[in-house]
């Protein structure tokens, strides 16, 4: 599995990049983009963390089969 990125400090750091304390190479539009994309990444890890609690919760309810297809596609 790849490493995971921690979406929300990086939209944090691209906008302390924006606020002028570090420099960048980028254009303020391409910066406020990418902080846009790394928070919107930010809120999908979050709903993946709310899909695995609900997982859990409903875990014995499944069929191996769905239980198999789930783990598969949220990667544990």
Do not use: P
């Amino acid at each position: 599995m790849t490493e995971r990125i921690d979406h929300a400090a990086e939209a944090e750091r691209i906008l302390i990049v924006i606020d002028g304390v570090h420099g960048a190479d980028l254009s303020l539009d391409e910066m406020i983009a990418s902080a846009q994309v790394h928070a919107t990444l930010a809120l999908a890890q979050e709903q993946r963390a709310a899909n695995f609690i609900a997982y859990c919760t409903a875990a014995d309810a499944l069929s191996q089969g769905h239980k198999a297809w789930i783990e598969e596609e949220m990667g544990l």
